[in-house]
Nanobody, 124 residues
Framework: QVQLVESGGGLVQLGGSLRLSCLTS????????MGWFRQAPGKEQEFVAA???????YYADSGKGRSTISRDNARNTVFLQIDSLKPEDTATYYC??????????????????WGRGTQVTVSS
């Protein structure tokens, strides 16, 4: 089992930045690919970013140039930095762990472990 706990969400002003963290425990972190997804009220869950164990990264078009996923294997933590926040970034953000690699990481059904989410609200 892998446990994931997100943190770092909150209320942020339009155009601001936020760094979300996801602390993992339970199994060795380094082999897993890690992803971030989000879900806004009334909308489907959508992919935000993913990073593999060998540091290859993937981003949704909506976040390219504004989002950065990174990981610290020594701290068993994955991060998501989002800059130039927009109202449409308001959502609950979830991190997830996967044994998969490649384009499959863009799909939520490729992940076997999920956190409970952290709320991000962008105010204008």
């Amino acid at each position: 089992q892998v446990q994931l706990v997100e943190s770092g969400g909150g209320l942020v002003q339009l155009g601001g930045s936020l760094r979300l963290s996801c602390l993992t425990s339970g199994r060795t972190f380094s082999p897993y690919s890690m992803g971030w997804f989000r879900q806004a009220p009334g909308k489907e869950q959508e992919f935000v970013a993913a990073g593999t164990s060998n540091y290859k990264t993937y981003y949704a078009d909506s976040g390219k140039g504004r989002s950065t996923i990174s990981r610290d294997n020594a701290r068993n933590t994955v991060f998501l930095q989002i800059d130039s926040l927009k109202p449409e970034d308001t959502a609950t953000y979830y991190c997830a762990a996967s044994i998969n690699h490649g384009a499959r990481l863009l799909r939520d059904n490729s992940y076997g472990y999920w956190g409970r989410g952290t709320q991000v609200t962008v105010s204008s």
